[in-house]
């Protein structure tokens, strides 16, 4: 079992930046890697950002240049710094775990992820 807790959401004007962490737990050596989802009310959950034990990174489209992913994986923990936010970036935002021992088709594909935090709302506003 894994554990997953996120900090750092709130609301902000547009333009303006967030930093948020994710703290695994548990049973941390079978996780291979971590990411960030956010679904916003009425649409899918959507990938953000996923980065390997081997701190290989993948984005998506609509973040790169204004989010970055990063981890300490001493201390366990997931990092997404998030800049020039807008409005659309309006989301509650997760942090999941996928383990070792799998085969991924690459992407962020949440049915992927076998761990998954409560979420934290991030809120931008114009």
């Known amino acids: 079992q894994v554990q997953l807790v996120e900090s750092g959401g709130g609301s902000v004007q547009a333009g303006g930046s967030l930093n948020l962490s994710c703290a695994a737990s548990?049973?941390?050596?079978?996780?291979?890697?971590m990411g960030w989802f956010r679904q916003a009310p009425g649409r899918e959950r959507e990938g953000v950002v996923d980065?390997?034990?081997?701190?290989?990174?993948t984005y998506a489209e609509s973040v790169k240049g204004r989010f970055t992913g990063s981890q300490d994986r001493a201390k366990n923990t997931l990092y997404l710094q998030m800049n020039s936010l807008q409005p659309e970036d309006t989301a509650v935002y997760y942090c999941?775990?996928?383990?070792?021992?799998?085969?991924?088709?690459?992407?962020?594909?949440?049915?992927?992820?076998?761990?998954w935090g409560q979420g934290t709302q991030v809120t931008v506003s114009s």
């Open positions: 548990g049973n941390t050596n079978q996780i291979y890697s």
């Open positions: 999941a775990a996928r383990l070792t021992g799998r085969n991924y088709r690459g992407g962020l594909r949440p049915d992927e992820y076998a761990y």
């Open positions: 980065i390997t034990i081997l701190d290989r990174a």
